[in-house]
């Protein structure tokens, strides 16, 4: 009976396959990341995120914590004709499209979002310029919606398509697997227990709470898997970093 301890720790300390055997349960349960990890790079991933603890969660807070006016930031409505329609006709008939390396590309609407397992998470949002604020946020997990619409092999990234632009831009944003199957990063419709306001990216928007407020993708109207960035815009994955020194990987 004392023996199986001690024998975890050999296996753990002798071996990377030890490593994803003691680790890894949790993301195995997706079938998405499951293809992924049988590839080298998929290997090499999850031994980073060990290592580096990105799948750590980010701290939660109590209702006390919510904070009392919290500040929209960046655009504070989208400028799509099509997003305006759909506001002016509270999202009834909006979806969000699931696209490129899936196998079974989505048509989502708010109803069928709200219709799946929820998370619902107190957080703060840290933004680059010095500011945070904490909210409650409500959606289904990200790796819910990509289980669905089951990731090809090759798919290393998820794009975030949003419905404002910057000058003639479209903001766009982009994160790994690891990220987008963190159990707290989540497609949040809902705020302080409402409909997600206009200024806070209705009707959908990204949490992912391990990184910078510049991720966190607002007006989300689509998100596409991909291979790679390059061919993405300007090739570095997000609106901010083509147009500024901003980090792509911008950890918290
Ligand atoms: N589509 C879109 N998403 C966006 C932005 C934006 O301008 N457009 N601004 C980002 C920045 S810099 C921050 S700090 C947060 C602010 O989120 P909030 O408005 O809910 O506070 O949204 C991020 N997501
Ligand atoms: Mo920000």
Same mark, same amino acid.
């Given at each position: 009976?004392s %023996?199986?301890p001690?024998?975890?720790r050999? $296996?753990?300390?002798g /071996?990377? /396959? &030890?490593l $994803? $055997?003691? @680790?890894?349960?949790?993301?195995?349960?997706?079938p998405?990341? *499951?293809s992924v990890l049988?590839?080298?790079e998929?290997?090499h991933m999850?031994?980073?995120r060990?290592i580096g603890?990105?799948e750590?969660l980010?701290?939660?807070?109590?209702?006390a914590?919510?904070s009392?006016?919290? *500040?929209?930031? @960046?655009?504070v =409505?989208?400028q799509?004709? @099509?997003?305006?329609r759909? *506001? +002016?006709?509270?999202?009834?008939?909006?979806s #969000?499209?699931?696209?490129?390396l !899936?196998?079974?590309?989505l048509a989502?609407?708010?109803?069928?979002? *709200?219709?799946? %397992?929820?998370r619902?998470?107190i957080?703060?949002l840290?933004?680059?310029e010095g500011w945070s604020?904490?909210?409650?946020?409500?959606?289904p997990r990200?790796? =819910?919606?990509?289980?669905m619409?089951? #990731?090809?092999?090759q798919?290393r990234?998820? !794009?975030?398509?949003?419905?404002?632009?910057? @000058?003639?831009?479209p903001?766009y944003?982009?994160i +790994? $697997?690891i990220?987008?199957?963190?159990p707290? =990063?989540?497609?949040?419709?809902r705020?302080?227990? /409402?409909?997600l306001?206009e200024s806070h990216?209705?009707?959908?928007?990204l949490?992912?709470?391990?990184? #910078?407020?510049?991720k966190?993708?607002?007006? !989300?109207m689509?998100?596409e898997?991909?291979?790679?960035l390059?061919g993405?815009y &300007? &090739?570095?994955g997000?609106?901010? %970093?083509?147009?500024?020194d901003?980090?792509?990987? /911008?950890g918290?």
């Amino acid at each position: 009976m004392s %023996e199986t301890p001690i024998s975890r720790r050999r $296996l753990i300390a002798g /071996a990377g /396959a &030890g490593l $994803l $055997l003691s @680790g890894c349960d949790r993301l195995n349960q997706s079938p998405a990341f *499951r293809s992924v990890l049988q590839q080298a790079e998929g290997l090499h991933m999850a031994s980073q995120r060990l290592i580096g603890g990105r799948e750590a969660l980010a701290r939660e807070f109590t209702p006390a914590d919510l904070s009392a006016s919290p *500040r929209a930031n @960046g655009n504070v =409505t989208a400028q799509d004709e @099509g997003w305006r329609r759909h *506001r +002016d006709s509270g999202f009834a008939d909006w979806s #969000l499209k699931v696209f490129g390396l !899936v196998e079974r590309p989505l048509a989502l609407p708010l109803s069928a979002l *709200r219709a799946l %397992e929820q998370r619902d998470q107190i957080t703060r949002l840290d933004c680059v310029e010095g500011w945070s604020a904490i909210g409650q946020w409500q959606g289904p997990r990200l790796a =819910t919606v990509l289980d669905m619409a089951r #990731l090809q092999p090759q798919a290393r990234y998820i !794009v975030f398509h949003c419905a404002d632009r910057m @000058g003639a831009v479209p903001y766009y944003e982009s994160i +790994d $697997l690891i990220d987008a199957f963190h159990p707290q =990063t989540i497609l949040a419709w809902r705020m302080n227990g /409402a409909p997600l306001p206009e200024s806070h990216g209705a009707p959908l928007r990204l949490r992912v709470e391990r990184q #910078l407020g510049y991720k966190h993708a607002k007006f !989300v109207m689509a998100l596409e898997a991909r291979a790679s960035l390059a061919g993405l815009y &300007g &090739g570095r994955g997000g609106y901010w %970093e083509d147009h500024s020194d901003y980090a792509w990987y /911008a950890g918290v």
